[in-house]
């Protein structure tokens, strides 16, 4: 199934909540989705007989400078498509629904996008760091970050 | 170097060897290492394959301690991030004394490719324990840590345990007055 | 064979506490810094925490501030035993967005130090993992046969371990005269000491004992937690980006994808992903001989190689079947020298997730083999 029939599926079903659909060679297309019901759009991504979507290839968290964003890469194993949703979130309300129960894959996934970029995942049930240390100030992969000067008195910067 | 070359002196009649206590004493420390490895990263893989059967890192006289307590000196392969490095000062007060520091690779020596924009690793594990012996590369070649280990060695051939004890004494001395 | 279930005690009458034991991050077993917070009742593992990131190396930041083709040496230096497959997705990645061809021998040179360098982490992941049940001659063996492969590297691109040999539209160099034979040389002694490891270690009775029927993964949690490669294959389901996908040129071989059966215990335990992994480089070989076979003996590696790199805006996903599974990078550029964003799929972090659920009502000892048979590397955990 290409990305615009599933596009149009998705369309059908949630209306509002799927924004845009892009696909701008070379590009791989992609669709853009509201953040309310991105737990909902997975789990029937996930569970549609004709989707089935079981595999979530990576979820990456991303800063586009103005705004923070999410993007997730779905596999199917089945029917061998793919498909990539973008959602973006504003830097003063970084909220988003967990997918962990839809895929366990996103347990990691999304505390690594916590540790990195501050967003948050609602509903998640261990939302820590994971690749910095637990009591680490600030979200390194974030382009206004700046490396700090000292931690635990050790100097950090060269 | 070492006791061993005396032996053919003709003027020691052959099996008689002439030497301090602390040649002696240096000479079986430097033979008998037992190594703490701390493997952290792609030096680690290196160090591997110096262990295995084409460069035979045994052949020195090391074995692989794997608790810090009865090592004698420390081989800190790989880059050294700053949530590691509390542990290796931590695991480096464990072992006894003497103990010797050797840093393998780019990274344990100044942070390696990673010194300008790794906000999360230690540039140079110098910062946080004395090191012994610095070994260049990315990685080091088995090689260069084969010769890396020579140095250490020579280095604790060339070590005072009493004078340096008595030079000590003195400063202690001096300073309390 | 064997018939070791997991075990049960009865605890009733006996007054026991529950322990919680740290494993690493300093030791010998956990291949690299990996710290596991490990609650055991007795001997028996009841819950595993893994704590990751002591060698968070700040791959993705550095990627961001480093012109395109500065960023092919870091992405060696995330799985540092198999480079050249690390840098293979993100140079396809990148000729699909220039719009680069690639010339036909440049093909064949990738897909035989891609197949080299699988054998070469294959090896050690199966050497280790011998290391981890307690034999230590395999690790000789391997190693032994691991340096001639090291040495032809060495050869093509300098380096022994990181290469940095692929580039976007091509290789670094050419490929010496008598390089064919030295692939078939290699290619025959890794046969013959397979066939010895095969008898050594894989068939050998403790270590059947050791590894059957110990962290039994079914396949449908192997792909709820993502997980690729042998770690989804040992649980018998065929999927290889090699055969499903098949990028650059290998629709044009012929090789199995190896899956686990089970022959020893149950599928998807330990024994199954190590045995994949035997199998994996007798295909590899294969795959080696007919591409040795097939390569243009003529023909200029540099002729693609864009003096300068312009990537278009825009975003792209692309993933090669690394040894340890699917490895891809999403790649954001916005039109200018340096990156936007360069996203690892790193497989690793992935399949050390599943370890948690796979490892409960084992023993420690057998925690530390299902770790093994993971096979993870922690450069590309932490990147």
Redesign the interface.
């Known amino acids: 199934m290409t990305q615009q029939e599933i596009y149009n599926i998705l369309k059908e079903k949630f209306g509002d909540e799927i924004i845009e659909f892009s696909h701008e060679l070379p590009s791989d297309p992609y669709i853009v989705a509201n953040r309310s019901k991105i737990d909902e759009i997975c789990l029937f991504l996930r569970d549609e007989e004709n989707l089935n979507f079981d595999y979530l290839v990576i979820l990456s968290g991303m800063d586009y400078i103005e705004k923070l964003g999410v993007v997730y890469h779905l596999y199917s194993i089945k029917h061998k498509h793919r498909l990539t949703i973008k959602v973006f979130l504003s830097k003063d309300d970084p909220h988003i629904p967990t997918v962990e129960k839809i895929w366990r894959s996103a347990d990691w996934h999304e505390r690594e996008a916590w540790d990195m970029y501050g967003i948050i995942f609602d509903g998640h049930h261990n939302l820590i760091r994971i690749?910095?240390?637990y009591d680490w100030e600030g979200f390194?992969l974030r382009k206004d970050?700046k490396?700090?000067e000292e931690?635990?008195g050790?100097?950090?910067?060269? | 170097m070492g006791l061993l070359d005396r032996l053919d002196n003709p003027y020691n009649f052959g099996g008689i060897i002439l030497g301090t206590l602390e040649d002696l004493l240096n000479w079986g420390r430097s033979k008998s290492d037992w190594y703490l490895?701390?493997?952290?990263?792609?030096c680690?893989?290196?160090f591997?394959?110096a262990n295995?059967?084409?460069f035979d890192f045994m052949r020195f006289g090391t074995i692989?301690r794997?608790s810090p307590r009865q090592a004698d000196f420390m081989i800190v392969s790989?880059?050294v991030?700053?949530?590691?490095?509390?542990?290796i000062v931590r695991?480096y007060e464990q072992m006894a004394d003497p103990k010797y520091v050797l840093s393998m690779g780019s990274c344990a020596n100044?942070?390696g490719?990673?010194?300008?924009?790794?906000?999360?690793?230690?540039?140079g594990v110098d910062?946080?324990i004395p090191v012994d012996v610095y070994i260049p590369g990315?990685?080091p070649?088995p090689e260069a840590f084969l010769e890396g280990m020579i140095l250490l060695q020579s280095k604790i051939n060339k070590q005072e345990i009493f004078k340096k004890r008595k030079r000590l004494e003195e400063e202690m001395k001096n300073m309390n007055q | 064979m064997s018939e070791r279930r997991k075990i049960e005690f009865d605890y009733s009458g006996v007054d026991t506490d529950r322990m919680r034991v740290n494993v690493g991050?300093?030791?010998?077993s956990t291949h690299?810094?990996l710290r596991l917070e490990v609650e055991l009742e007795g001997e028996i593992v009841t819950e595993v925490v893994p704590h990751i990131?002591?060698?968070?190396?700040?791959f993705e930041?550095?990627a961001e501030?480093m012109t395109y083709p500065q960023v092919i040496?870091?992405i060696d230096?995330m799985d540092?035993?198999s480079s050249m497959n690390n840098e293979w997705p993100y140079v396809i990645a990148i000729e699909e967005m220039c719009g680069i061809k690639v010339p036909e021998k440049v093909e064949y040179i990738r897909v035989i130090c891609a197949e080299l360098n699988r054998i070469a982490n294959h090896q050690?992941a199966v050497a280790t993992f011998g290391l981890d049940a307690g034999a230590f001659t395999p690790?000789?063996?391997l190693?032994?046969d691991?340096?001639w492969i090291?040495n032809l590297f060495e050869r093509i691109s300098g380096g022994?371990?990181?290469y940095n040999y692929f580039c976007v539209g091509g290789v670094r160099g050419d490929v010496y005269p008598t390089f064919k034979e030295d692939c078939l040389d290699i290619v025959r002694q890794v046969r013959a000491t397979n066939k010895e490891i095969m008898d050594l270690l894989i068939y050998n009775h403790i270590f059947v004992e050791r590894t059957a029927n110990i962290g039994i993964l079914p396949v449908d949690v192997a792909i709820n937690y993502g997980c690729s490669g042998p770690v989804l294959r040992g649980s018998g389901f065929p999927y290889d980006l090699r055969r499903s996908e098949p990028y650059s040129i290998y629709d044009r071989f012929d090789f199995d994808v190896q899956v686990g059966k089970g022959e020893v215990g149950t599928v998807g335990d330990c024994w199954d992903r190590n045995i994949v992994r035997m199998r994996e480089m007798e295909e590899s070989c294969k795959i080696i001989e007919q591409a040795v076979a097939q390569m243009p003996d003529t023909g200029d590696v540099f002729e693609a190689i864009p003096k300068k790199i312009r990537v278009p805006k825009g975003e792209i996903y692309r993933a090669a079947e690394n040894p340890k599974g699917e490895l891809g990078f999403y790649i954001v550029s916005d039109g200018g020298q340096k990156p936007f964003r360069v996203r690892p799929r790193a497989t690793s972090f992935i399949n050390l997730s599943v370890l948690p659920e796979i490892s409960k009502g084992y023993m420690l000892a057998d925690l530390i083999l299902i770790l093994g048979s993971i096979d993870i590397v922690?450069?590309e955990v932490d990147r």
Not at chain 2, 37 to 42: D, R
Not at chain 2, 113 to 123: D, N, R, T
């Open positions: 690749l910095c240390p390194p970050y490396t700090p931690y635990h050790i100097k950090v910067p060269y | 490895h701390f493997g952290l990263a792609c680690a893989i290196e591997m394959a295995a059967s084409h692989p794997a790989g880059t991030t700053l949530k590691m490095a509390e542990r695991l100044c942070g490719p990673y010194w300008e924009h790794g906000y999360h690793v230690l540039k910062r946080i990315c990685p070649r | 991050p300093q030791h010998p690299g810094v990131g002591y060698l968070h190396r700040c930041k550095h501030a040496p870091y230096r540092y035993i050690i690790f000789l063996y190693f032994r691991r340096e090291l022994r371990l990181l922690l450069g």
